[in-house]
């Protein structure tokens, strides 16, 4: 299994992270803390995905904007939120989506939709990659320690724990979100 993550560990982040990868990169930072990665690679990897995958769909729904209202319809309350929180936060929700679980892929269409600067866009989200990438790589590598160290024997069971906690925040969030 190691061999396994170490030869396709970074080509799965790349592509988990291009449209997310807020889970992919906390178990990168994990099982870079058990030596099967590298930190700093798997923060690279993940932050430039992001990035290229934040660009593709701004730009995708600035050149095809027919597309991007298609693919944008079945989430009307998302969309609605999206638009709400570019309202309140200006430009600054470049940063805020990153770590808001599910609207990260909305709010590149719908900036891409209005006349906001591609240049601004791509410049703040950048910065936003970045911060993204070192907080989220960085806590999770420091959070392996203590998962890790409380299964030491079965470091892929601890991974196993943190996927089940993951999953178990992101079920919360959808349920908020309805209600």
């Known amino acids: 299994m190691e061999e396994f993550i170490k030869d396709w560990g970074y080509i799965a982040l790349f592509l988990y ?22 930190i700093y690679l ?41 638009h709400i929180m570019m309202r309140k936060y200006g430009s600054f929700v470049v940063f805020i989506q ?31 990659t970045a911060t993204w990438a070192c907080v989220v790589g960085y806590a999770s590598y420091i ?5 890790l160290s409380s299964a030491d024997d079965f470091k892929y069971f601890g991974l196993g724990i943190v996927v089940i906690v993951l999953l178990t925040v992101m079920y919360i969030f ?3 979100e309805k209600s």
Do not use: H, W
């Open 143 to 147: 959070a392996g320690e203590v998962i």
């Open 17 to 38: 992270s291009f449209g997310g990868g807020f889970v992919g990169l906390v178990i990168a930072g994990v099982l870079s803390y058990a030596g099967d990665l590298n």
């Open 98 to 128: 990153k770590y808001i679980y599910g609207i990260k892929t909305l709010i590149p269409l719908a900036m891409g939709l209005t006349k906001y600067s591609a240049l601004k866009f791509s410049i703040f989200n950048i910065f936003a």
């Open 42 to 82: 798997s923060i690279l990897v993940a932050g430039v995905s992001n990035f290229l995958g934040d660009q593709f769909l701004f730009f995708l729904a600035r050149k095809n904007k027919s597309y991007a209202k298609g693919m944008m319809k079945n989430y009307g309350r998302k969309i609605a939120l999206a």
């Open 174 to 176: 959808k349920r908020i």
